[in-house]
């Protein structure tokens, strides 16, 4: 089949929930993807912030191929080497107790959720407590992560929600004091909120979230399912603000490209929700999955991809800002570590037909919120493909 013949084949069949560019990609390789006829693109966006070790790496297939070899799935019921290696290992990555693996990241979602409200159930038995999330924050499309995900242009059409959930301002304290009553059992947030637009959590906002919970006995839940997996420069996110979440949710990058995610907390939270029962999956965890969380950690320790971040993302950074300088449509930069935006003045330049632009000059970037361009790259970039990113987005912003 030719690109056309494989386009109109998919649009004849496919639900219609995107409006994809028309290109069919083939394969990668490092940082690079090749479409169907052999053309060769930058990749800024690494699958949304998923294929953080980049395309082909080596030692990471060999340990999917020898895993399938072996056996790819059995049950929960039971258990698995590479169930335990993984367990093991992204605990002591995220420094907190108990993990549970999804599928996605909004089943991770799902999970701290129902963890949540399961704390609070057994501490007053009571049936109506509240959830805070934050305007503008995304955490997925089932029903409990649409419910706490801070857009209403998401969520009204599918109207109801689970209930008792309130929105508070990201980065305004006293707008979240101001909701927490008796009643509160969590309050939900990214560390960096990345589809609404890359605002990464101010320190001090953080901080007294973090200090309230304790006061009220509320439990923090912080979703990294963009932001964490070492993109911010350590680990997750939270580790650069001083606070430990109650609950963490990963997703994205801790699989770099098999379908995982995980939600992780601490002791006392396990010790006081879910128990046999209470919540469970057919998939999640499976030897496949797990070999390939297993084999992501050991990939990021060995090959020192946290160090790579943080001498690389100032590097960005500083090319943004630069760029930004060189246009009068754009307003800003901003982000942490790889997780970086520039700003538009979308009255003057819409970012959609700059991504246009940039895929037809061999670069992938991908939009957010309404007035940014994202930039999302495999955290194993160098500085000169740091170099060619923005000498191709100069050439994008230009046209
Ligand atoms: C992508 C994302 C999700 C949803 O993850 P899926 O795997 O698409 O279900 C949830 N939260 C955040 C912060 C995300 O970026």
Redesign the pocket.
């Known amino acids: 089949m030719n690109t056309q013949e494989i386009i109109k084949k998919a649009d004849e069949n496919l639900l219609h929930t995107y409006n994809r560019y028309p290109i069919v990609f083939d394969r990668g390789e490092g940082v690079r993807l090749y479409d169907h006829d052999g053309r060769e693109y930058l990749d800024f966006c690494a699958g ?2 998923v294929y953080a070790l980049g395309y082909g790496n080596k030692k990471y297939e060999d340990a999917l191929k020898k895993q399938i070899e072996k056996i790819t799935h059995i049950s929960n019921y039971y258990y698995s080497e590479p169930l335990a290696d993984a367990a093991e290992k992204l605990t002591k990555a995220a420094g907190l107790d108990r993990v549970f693996f999804t599928n ?6 799902e999970g701290a959720i129902k963890a949540a409200r399961k704390y609070a159930y057994l501490k007053d038995n009571a049936c109506d407590h509240e959830i805070i999330a934050m305007e503008h ?6 029903f409990g ?1 649409l419910s706490v995900t801070g857009n209403s242009h998401y969520r009204e059409p599918f109207e109801p929600m689970i209930g008792n959930v309130k929105f508070a301002k990201f980065n305004d304290y006293d707008s979240v004091e101001a909701l927490v009553n008796e009643k509160t059992c969590a309050i939900i947030m ?1 560390t960096v ?3 609404g637009g890359i605002y990464p959590a101010d320190r001090e906002f953080i901080t007294k979230i973090r200090k309230l919970c304790d006061e009220k006995d509320i439990l923090l839940i912080l ?5 964490g997996m070492g993109r911010s420069g350590s680990m997750f996110a939270f580790m650069q603000y001083g606070v430990v979440p109650d609950i963490l ?1 990963t ?2 990058a801790v699989g770099c490209g098999v ?1 995982v ?1 995980a939600f992780l907390m601490s002791q006392k939270v396990a010790d006081a929700s879910l128990v046999p029962g209470d919540h469970g999956t057919t998939y999640g965890g499976n030897p496949l999955a797990c070999a390939a969380i297993d084999t992501v950690l050991d990939i990021f320790e060995e090959d020192k991809v946290l160090e790579n971040v943080r001498e690389v993302a100032p590097y960005l950074e500083q090319k943004l800002k630069e760029t930004v300088e060189a246009y009068d449509f754009l307003k800003e930069e901003r982000g942490l570590g790889l997780m970086r935006a520039i700003v538009f003045d979308t009255d003057k330049k819409k970012p959609g037909d700059v991504v246009k632009a940039a895929l037809s000059k061999g670069l992938v970037l991908i939009t957010a919120g309404t007035d940014v361009i994202r930039f999302l790259p495999p955290l194993v970039i160098t500085k000169a493909d740091v170099d060619e990113m923005a000498e191709k987005l100069s050439a994008a912003l230009s046209e």
């Open positions: 949304i912030a996605s990241g909004a089943e991770a979602v924050s995304f955490h997925g499309r089932t992560a990214e909120q990345g589809e979703d990294e399912i963009q932001c949710t997703a994205k379908p995610g």
